[in-house]
């Protein structure tokens, strides 16, 4: 099975930056695409950023300008730098990819456990 462990996540005042990083591993022979999502109580995960092994991205609204996602496909590593965070950027940031296990395996949709951004003076 795939497996993505997730880090760099912790307590950051507002304004302050942080950046996470997801390292995956296992049985992978191609990833298309790795994302990062968050989730808080009572809300529905949401996709923060992504980006392709085209190195195309995409980010919600909410982060445009603030976060940048990057990916160094060579040793299957994405993260996520975050600048000028907002307490309502507060959440359990979850790692997720889009990979294939062998060369005919379908594409699957894997997760980490999450890692948590608390902002707040």
């Known amino acids: 099975q795939v497996q993505l462990v997730e880090s760099g996540g912790g307590l950051v005042q507002p304004g302050g930056s942080l950046t996470l990083s997801c390292a995956a591993s296992?049985?992978?022979?191609?990833?298309?695409?790795m994302n990062w999502y968050r989730q808080t109580p009572g809300r529905e995960r949401e996709l923060v950023a992504g980006?392709?092994?085209?190195?195309?991205?995409n980010y919600a609204d909410s982060v445009k300008g603030r976060f940048t996602i990057s990916r160094d496909n060579a040793k299957d590593i994405v993260y996520l730098q975050m600048n000028s965070l907002k307490p309502e950027d507060t959440a359990v940031y979850y790692c997720?990819?889009?990979?294939?296990?062998?060369?005919?395996?379908?594409?699957?949709?894997?997760w980490g456990r999450g890692t948590q951004v608390t902002v707040s003076s």
């Open positions: 997720n990819v889009a990979a294939r296990r062998r060369l005919n395996d379908y594409v699957g949709r894997y």
């Open positions: 296992g049985t992978i022979f191609s990833i298309d695409a």
């Open positions: 980006v392709t092994s085209g190195r195309s991205t």
